[in-house]
C-alpha cells in the first residue's frame, strides 16, 4: 500500500474508519468544505501556473462536484500570499520509500516550495475555520523531510497559510531542523509498519482475529467529520448509563459525538430521499420541508419601518433587540454596553474546542 499523511492520520485517529475507506474501498459522499478545499486548491494551482484568477476561479469551480460560491472561492484564491508568490514549483507530488528496505512508500502533494539562497521553504494551503500550529500534527514535518531528501537540505522553513486569516495577523510557520523531519518520518513508517503488519495477519488463512479487533472505532471528536460514523455504531454503548469517575464519563463523551455524527449522516440520507421522492410519514408525524421566513432591511428602510411604527403609536424598541456578535463587531465592550442594559448570561451544554 501506497501511504499519505491522510490515510495515517485517519488511522491514528481510528483504524476503523481506515479500514473502510481503504480497505473496504466504501464510497465517501463529497463535502462542501472538502469540494470547496479541492476547488480553491485548484485555483491557487492554475493561477500560479500563468492564468489569471478569474479563469482559474471559474475552471476549478467547473469542476467540482458540489455546487460551490464563486466569490468566496476568488476570496480564498485571491490571498495575499498566493499574489506574492514569485517562481518556485506548484503543486510537486513527491513517492520516497519510509523504510531502508524501500517497500513502504510516502506520497504527498506541495502546494508549493522554493530554493532562493540555499533556503528552502514549503507553503501549504488551508481552507479550514479554524488555524492550528505546524506542529500540531506530521504533515508539514513529513514534506518537509520529503523536500531534505529530494534537495539535501539540513532545515526547511514551512508554513501553513490560512487563507480565511489576514496574513498580517499570525503567522503559521516553523522552522524544521532534521530532528523534526525525522520525528516526522518516523510517525509515519511506524504506523505504515502497523497498518502492513495487520494486512499480512488478515491475508494468513489461519487467520481467526476479526477485522473488527485489528481495525477497532475509536469515538472522538474526528467522528463529527466521519463519513462512516452511522456505520461503526454497532459499537456504541447500549447498556444502562452509569458515570461513577472520569474514564466512564469521557468513554459516553465519545460515544455521544460519534452517535450526534451517525445521526446527521442519517438525516442528510432521509432529507436527500424527501426533496427528490416527498414527505415521509412516520405514525402520526412527518418528515418534511418546513417553510421559514426572515426579513432583510437596508439602513435606510429600516430607519423608515421605524419611523412609520413610530407615526402609528407602536413602540418600535420593545420588537428590536442586538446581539452580543452585533454589538462585538460594532467594536462595544462590556464596560460600553453595562452603561446602557443589564448583561445575561445562561450556560449551554455543548462541545467546545479545548484551549
Same mark, same amino acid.
Not at 70 to 97: C, Y
Not at 128 to 140: D, E, K, V
Not at 191 to 219: W, Y
Not at 323 to 339: N, P, R, V, W, Y
Given at each position: 500500500m501506497i501511504y499519505s499523511f491522510s490515510r495515517l492520520q485517519l488511522y491514528s485517529h481510528c483504524p476503523a474508519a481506515f479500514y473502510f475507506k481503504y480497505l473496504l474501498d466504501l464510497p465517501e459522499p463529497p463535502s462542501e468544505p472538502l469540494v470547496? %478545499?479541492?476547488?480553491?486548491?485548484? @485555483?491557487?494551482q492554475l493561477y500560479l501556473g500563468g492564468d489569471?484568477? *478569474?479563469?482559474?476561479?471559474? /475552471? /476549478?469551480?467547473?469542476?467540482?462536484?458540489?455546487?460551490?460560491?464563486?466569490?468566496?472561492?476568488?476570496? !480564498?484564491?485571491?490571498?495575499?500570499?498566493? #499574489?506574492?508568490?514569485?517562481? +518556485?514549483?506548484?503543486?510537486?507530488?513527491?513517492?520516497?520509500?519510509? *523504510? *531502508?528496505? %524501500?517497500s513502504i512508500i510516502l506520497q504527498g502533494y506541495i502546494d508549493w516550495w522554493n530554493t532562493d539562497d540555499n533556503k528552502v521553504s514549503l507553503l501549504d494551503w488551508k481552507t479550514n475555520r479554524s488555524p492550528?500550529?505546524?506542529?500540531?500534527?506530521?504533515?508539514? +514535518?513529513?514534506?518537509?523531510?520529503?523536500?531534505?531528501? !529530494?534537495?539535501?537540505?539540513?532545515?526547511?522553513? +514551512?508554513?501553513?497559510?490560512?487563507? =480565511?486569516?489576514s496574513y498580517s495577523t499570525m503567522r503559521y510557520n516553523h522552522v524544521y531542523a532534521l530532528q523534526d523531519m525525522s520525528k516526522a518520518r518516523e510517525w509515519a513508517s511506524g504506523l505504515a509498519l502497523?497498518?502492513?503488519g495487520k494486512l499480512a495477519q488478515m491475508n494468513v488463512a489461519a487467520n481467526t482475529v476479526p477485522d473488527?479487533?485489528?481495525?477497532?472505532?475509536?469515538?472522538?471528536?474526528?467522528?463529527?467529520?466521519? /463519513?462512516?460514523?452511522?456505520?461503526?455504531? =454497532?459499537? @456504541? #454503548?447500549?447498556?444502562?448509563v452509569v458515570i461513577d469517575d472520569m474514564l466512564a464519563a469521557t468513554k459516553l463523551a465519545r460515544e455521544v459525538i460519534r452517535l450526534e455524527a451517525a445521526l446527521s449522516d442519517y438525516k442528510d440520507? !432521509?432529507?436527500?430521499?424527501?426533496?427528490?421522492?416527498? *414527505?415521509?410519514?412516520?405514525?402520526?408525524?412527518?418528515?418534511?420541508?418546513?417553510? /421559514?421566513?426572515?426579513?432583510?432591511?437596508?439602513?435606510?428602510?429600516?430607519?423608515?419601518?421605524?419611523?412609520?411604527l413610530d407615526n402609528q %403609536?407602536?413602540?418600535?424598541?420593545?420588537?428590536?433587540?442586538l446581539t452580543a456578535a452585533q454589538l462585538k463587531k460594532a467594536g462595544l465592550g462590556d464596560d460600553e454596553i453595562s452603561l446602557f442594559g443589564a448583561k445575561r448570561e445562561t450556560n449551554t451544554f455543548r462541545l467546545i474546542k479545548a484551549g
Amino acid at each position: 500500500m501506497i501511504y499519505s499523511f491522510s490515510r495515517l492520520q485517519l488511522y491514528s485517529h481510528c483504524p476503523a474508519a481506515f479500514y473502510f475507506k481503504y480497505l473496504l474501498d466504501l464510497p465517501e459522499p463529497p463535502s462542501e468544505p472538502l469540494v470547496l %478545499g479541492k476547488a480553491v486548491h485548484s @485555483a491557487i494551482q492554475l493561477y500560479l501556473g500563468g492564468d489569471d484568477i *478569474d479563469t482559474a476561479v471559474q /475552471s /476549478s469551480i467547473n469542476e467540482a462536484g458540489l455546487p460551490i460560491d464563486p466569490e468566496e472561492v476568488r476570496n !480564498l484564491a485571491s490571498h495575499p500570499a498566493v #499574489m506574492s508568490v514569485m517562481g +518556485g514549483t506548484v503543486e510537486d507530488h513527491f513517492m520516497l520509500p519510509l *523504510d *531502508d528496505s %524501500g517497500s513502504i512508500i510516502l506520497q504527498g502533494y506541495i502546494d508549493w516550495w522554493n530554493t532562493d539562497d540555499n533556503k528552502v521553504s514549503l507553503l501549504d494551503w488551508k481552507t479550514n475555520r479554524s488555524p492550528y500550529l505546524p506542529q500540531n500534527n506530521q504533515q508539514l +514535518g513529513l514534506y518537509a523531510w520529503a523536500l531534505s531528501e !529530494l534537495t539535501g537540505a539540513d532545515e526547511v522553513h +514551512g508554513e501553513l497559510v490560512f487563507l =480565511r486569516y489576514s496574513y498580517s495577523t499570525m503567522r503559521y510557520n516553523h522552522v524544521y531542523a532534521l530532528q523534526d523531519m525525522s520525528k516526522a518520518r518516523e510517525w509515519a513508517s511506524g504506523l505504515a509498519l502497523e497498518i502492513e503488519g495487520k494486512l499480512a495477519q488478515m491475508n494468513v488463512a489461519a487467520n481467526t482475529v476479526p477485522d473488527t479487533i485489528l481495525f477497532p472505532d475509536r469515538p472522538g471528536v474526528h467522528c463529527q467529520h466521519c /463519513s462512516y460514523a452511522s456505520l461503526c455504531i =454497532r459499537s @456504541a #454503548m447500549v447498556e444502562p448509563v452509569v458515570i461513577d469517575d472520569m474514564l466512564a464519563a469521557t468513554k459516553l463523551a465519545r460515544e455521544v459525538i460519534r452517535l450526534e455524527a451517525a445521526l446527521s449522516d442519517y438525516k442528510d440520507s !432521509l432529507k436527500t430521499w424527501v426533496k427528490t421522492n416527498g *414527505d415521509v410519514s412516520v405514525d402520526d408525524s412527518l418528515f418534511t420541508f418546513v417553510p /421559514s421566513s426572515s426579513w432583510h432591511f437596508t439602513d435606510s428602510k429600516l430607519k423608515e419601518l421605524c419611523t412609520s411604527l413610530d407615526n402609528q %403609536g407602536i413602540d418600535y424598541w420593545q420588537y428590536l433587540s442586538l446581539t452580543a456578535a452585533q454589538l462585538k463587531k460594532a467594536g462595544l465592550g462590556d464596560d460600553e454596553i453595562s452603561l446602557f442594559g443589564a448583561k445575561r448570561e445562561t450556560n449551554t451544554f455543548r462541545l467546545i474546542k479545548a484551549g
